[in-house]
T-cell receptor, first 111, second 115 residues
C-alpha cells in the first residue's frame, strides 16, 4: 500500500525557475527519501533525511521534513531541462525494513 | 553503490503463460525487493526477497502468483505466473545498500505486456 501522497501530481515550469514538490505520509518513519525516475528507467536515489533532521541540502536540492505534520518537501533550485522526470518520496517505516513510495510528481522543465 | 541488472528488459507474453525475471546485483546485499509499477503510476511493493527462505509478501500478493527465489546474496528471480492482461506492468528489482544511507538501488525494470 502507498504511504505517501504527493502534490502536485504534475508540475510544468521554465528552465531556471525553482520547483517545489510536497509529500505527506501517514505513519511514523525512520527516514524519508526522494528518488527521481526518468521516463522508461529505474529509480535513482537523490537524498535521504532522517526523522530527527529538519532540513538537508545536496547541490541544487533542498529537502525539509516536518514530522509533526508528517510532511516533506523537495525544492529543486535553478531547474534545468534535464531535471524533467518523475519524483517520488519514499518512507522507511519505524520498526520495518521496507520502503514505501508515494504517488509521485511529474516535473516538466521547459527549455 | 550497487549496480543491478535485470532481464528481460521487456517481453510480450500470452495469457496463461508464466515469465521469470532475473535480477543480478554486482555486490552482496542484505535486502532485495520486488516492486510493480503500472505505467505512469507509483511503485507498489510486491515482496521482500529473503536469502535462503521464503519471500515476505505484501497484502494483495501471493506466492502462487509471484513465486520468488533468492539463492544467494546477489541474485533473485520473480516469476509472474498464469499471466493475464492485468499483469501488464513494469517490474522492478531493488537492493538496499550496505552504507549508512539505506538507499535503494534499482534495476532498469522489466516491462511486461500480456496479450
Amino acid at each position: 500500500s502507498q504511504q505517501g501522497e504527493e502534490d502536485p501530481q504534475a508540475l510544468s515550469i521554465q528552465e531556471g525557475e525553482n520547483a517545489t514538490m510536497n509529500c505527506s505520509y501517514k505513519t511514523s518513519i525512520n527516514n524519508l527519501q526522494w528518488y527521481r525516475q526518468n521516463s522508461g528507467r529505474g529509480l535513482v536515489h537523490l537524498i535521504l533525511i532522517r526523522s530527527n533532521e529538519r532540513e538537508k541540502h545536496s547541490g541544487r536540492l533542498r529537502v525539509t521534513l516536518d514530522t509533526s505534520k508528517k510532511s516533506s518537501s523537495l525544492l529543486i533550485t535553478a531547474s534545468r531541462a534535464a531535471d524533467t522526470a518523475s519524483y517520488f518520496c519514499a518512507t522507511d517505516l519505524s520498526g520495518g525494513f521496507k520502503t514505501i513510495f508515494g504517488a509521485g510528481t511529474r516535473l516538466f522543465v521547459k527549455a | 553503490s550497487a549496480v543491478i541488472s535485470q532481464k528481460p528488459s521487456r517481453d510480450i507474453c500470452q495469457r496463461g503463460t508464466s515469465l521469470t525475471i532475473q535480477c543480478q546485483v554486482d555486490s552482496q546485499v542484505t535486502m532485495m525487493f520486488w516492486y510493480r509499477q503500472q505505467p505512469g503510476q507509483s511503485l507498489t511493493l510486491i515482496a521482500t526477497a529473503n536469502q535462503g527462505s521464503e519471500a515476505t509478501y505484501e497484502s494483495g500478493f501471493v506466492i502462487d502468483k509471484f513465486p520468488i527465489s533468492r539463492p544467494n546474496l546477489t541474485f533473485s528471480t520473480l516469476t509472474v505466473s498464469n499471466m493475464s492482461p492485468e499483469d501488464s506492468s513494469i517490474y522492478l528489482c531493488s537492493a538496499q545498500g550496505t552504507g549508512p544511507t539505506g538507499e535503494l538501488f534499482f534495476g532498469e525494470g522489466s516491462r511486461l505486456t500480456v496479450l
